[in-house]
């Protein structure tokens, strides 16, 4: 019977990458074959260490001996309710991703304090960043910034940053590679706010707006206004009406629209209404109804028979992560 040591490597390879960063390293003192392959750089091209409380020192470790020029994307968790001795997100570690990952693309960042970390300091190469309950200062994102910081910027996640609002909305305008924009839980920024800054960001190809203060058919007006090339869209349901989602009739581009629940209003748009408007959409090629509890009944037939060039996905929301920082 085969053993694990007759494994090929790409087979070893491909286990070891589902193994959390610590078992990678303590693996690699199993035998010297082991240590060649926990080396490998295919290993080291996507890091996720929010399972850990990492001190600084262990860090500038794992970026000088493993990481370097071989990290892609990297997750990381701050310690943001930690207490004030807890160790924090710096400046100088992250000029070090910048300086040492010349090919990292994706940052993720959970329950970090960033108030002391300018934005100047993130790496320049990022394509994507993501915030998840993290804590920024008022001059994050503001306009007033360097219009040079992050250049290659095409995606960014905002999700339960408590402070950001219509200020540093309205600063994304100046990351002109930008074509992906998620708002969670933003509930400082207001629909003046959204309208303004959508106004200079008409080269969006993806919005999200999930459980902010912002209704529906605001949000959408805005879209309808200035995002006329939109791909899509992806937003909560609070405060939808059949009028308010007509505004989309005829987006020459929008490709998917995702509506999720469960927030129902008598003026919420029946399933005819709603199958109305995307008869006028030409490139709509998925309609997705989340949390609506239309999942087996009526409404899903009559959308899945009305749309047959579409993908019509009717289903419950999914059940949320037990890990309360994603």
Same mark, same amino acid.
């Given at each position: 019977?085969?053993?694990?040591?007759?494994?090929?490597?790409?087979?070893?390879?491909?286990?070891?990458?589902?193994?959390?960063?610590?078992?990678?390293?303590?693996?690699?003192?199993?035998?010297?074959?082991?240590?060649?392959?926990?080396?490998?750089?295919?290993?080291?091209?996507?890091?996720?260490?929010?399972?850990?409380?990492?001190?600084?020192?262990?860090?500038?470790?794992?970026?000088?001996?493993?990481?370097?020029?071989?990290?892609?994307?990297?997750?990381? /968790? /701050?310690?943001?309710?930690?207490?004030?001795?807890?160790?924090?997100?710096?400046?100088?570690?992250?000029?070090?991703?910048?300086?040492?990952?010349?090919?990292?693309?994706?940052?993720?960042?959970?329950?970090?304090?960033?108030?002391?970390?300018?934005?100047?300091?993130?790496?320049?190469?990022?394509?994507?960043?993501?915030?998840?309950?993290?804590?920024?200062?008022?001059?994050?994102?503001?306009?007033?910034?360097?219009?040079?910081?992050?250049?290659?910027?095409?995606?960014?996640?905002?999700?339960?940053?408590?402070?950001?609002?219509?200020?540093?909305?309205?600063?994304?305008?100046?990351?002109?590679?930008?074509?992906?924009?998620?708002?969670?839980?933003?509930?400082?920024?207001?629909?003046?706010?959204?309208?303004?800054?959508?106004?200079?960001?008409?080269?969006?190809?993806?919005?999200?707006?999930?459980?902010?203060?912002?209704?529906?058919?605001?949000?959408?007006?805005?879209?309808?206004?200035?995002?006329?090339?939109?791909?899509?869209?992806?937003?909560?349901?609070?405060?939808?009406?059949?009028?308010?989602?007509?505004?989309?009739?005829?987006?020459?581009?929008?490709?998917?629209?995702?509506?999720?629940?469960?927030?129902?209003?008598?003026?919420?748009?029946?399933?005819?209404?709603?199958?109305?408007?995307?008869?006028?959409?030409?490139?709509?090629?998925?309609?997705?109804?989340?949390?609506?509890?239309?999942?087996?009944?009526?409404?899903?037939?009559?959308?899945?028979?009305?749309?047959?060039?579409?993908?019509?996905?009717?289903?419950?929301?999914?059940?949320?992560?037990?890990?309360?920082?994603?």
């Amino acid at each position: 019977m085969a053993s694990v040591i007759d494994l090929p490597d790409s087979v070893l390879l491909e286990i070891f990458s589902y193994l959390p960063v610590r078992d990678r390293i303590r693996i690699s003192r199993v035998c010297h074959r082991w240590k060649r392959l926990v080396d490998d750089q295919w290993l080291w091209r996507h890091v996720d260490l929010t399972l850990y409380t990492m001190r600084p020192k262990i860090m500038w470790h794992l970026l000088r001996r493993y990481m370097a020029s071989r990290l892609h994307s990297l997750r990381m /968790g /701050g310690y943001l309710f930690s207490g004030s001795q807890a160790p924090q997100l710096s400046p100088a570690l992250m000029r070090a991703l910048g300086q040492k990952c010349p090919n990292l693309k994706r940052l993720c960042l959970h329950v970090a304090d960033l108030t002391m970390v300018p934005i100047t300091s993130l790496p320049c190469t990022l394509r994507t960043l993501e915030l998840h309950s993290c804590e920024i200062s008022m001059a994050w994102l503001l306009k007033e910034q360097d219009p040079t910081v992050l250049p290659l910027l095409e995606c960014i996640v905002l999700d339960r940053v408590p402070a950001f609002r219509d200020e540093h909305l309205q600063g994304l305008t100046r990351f002109r590679a930008l074509r992906s924009l998620v708002l969670g839980g933003t509930y400082r920024v207001t629909e003046t706010g959204l309208d303004a800054s959508l106004q200079e960001m008409s080269y969006l190809q993806r919005l999200e707006v999930l459980g902010c203060t912002l209704s529906a058919d605001g949000t959408l007006l805005a879209i309808s206004r200035h995002l006329r090339d939109i791909r899509k869209i992806r937003l909560t349901v609070r405060g939808l009406s059949a009028p308010g989602l007509s505004v989309l009739e005829g987006m020459p581009a929008l490709e998917s629209l995702c509506l999720l629940g469960p927030l129902i209003t008598p003026e919420m748009p029946s399933p005819a209404e709603i199958l109305s408007s995307c008869l006028t959409m030409p490139k709509l090629r998925v309609l997705e109804l989340q949390g609506l509890g239309w999942e087996g009944q009526e409404a899903e037939r009559i959308l899945c028979k009305g749309l047959p060039h579409c993908m019509v996905i009717v289903r419950a929301c999914p059940k949320e992560s037990m890990d309360w920082w994603m």
